[in-house]
Nanobody, 122 residues
Framework: PVQLVESGGGSVQTGGSLRLSCEYS?????MGWFRQAPGKEREGVAR????????YYADSVKDRFTLSRDAAKNTLYLQMDSLKPEDTGMYYC??????????????????WGQGTQVTVSS
């Protein structure tokens, strides 16, 4: 199994920035981030096809978040700028075996990290 270890979460004010990191033990075809706010379902945030490094973002984070990958360090990054209170939630690094449409569904991702909390206050 792929091991995914997230870090970088924290508390910031509206408009602030955070960078999440995900160290992975082995690359998989598709990797990315999901998040879950209290009382809500998990939702896809961003994903990358690691063969081509093509990315895809949720409309709610487009132009504010940037997903990137450092292959030499086996690390995935999510740079989050202009944060809003609605970005608050637990952020999970995910990895899957095959192609997904758009962000894919949670069930498309076989491997999940333990999560890192992001809290944005107004």
């Amino acid at each position: 199994p792929v091991q995914l270890v997230e870090s970088g979460g924290g508390s910031v004010q509206t408009g602030g920035s955070l960078r999440l990191s995900c160290e992975y033990s082995d690359r998989r075809y598709v990797m990315g981030w999901f998040r879950q706010a209290p009382g809500k379902e998990r939702e896809g945030v961003a994903r990358i096809f690691t063969m081509s490094d093509t990315t895809y973002y949720a409309d709610s984070v487009k132009d504010r978040f940037t997903l990137s990958r450092d292959a030499a360090k086996n690390t995935l990054y999510l740079q989050m700028d202009s944060l809003k209170p609605e970005d608050t939630g637990m952020y999970y690094c995910v990895a899957g075996m095959g192609w997904v449409q758009g962000l894919g569904r949670a069930s498309d991702y076989m491997f999940w990290g333990q999560g890192t909390q992001v809290t944005v206050s107004s």
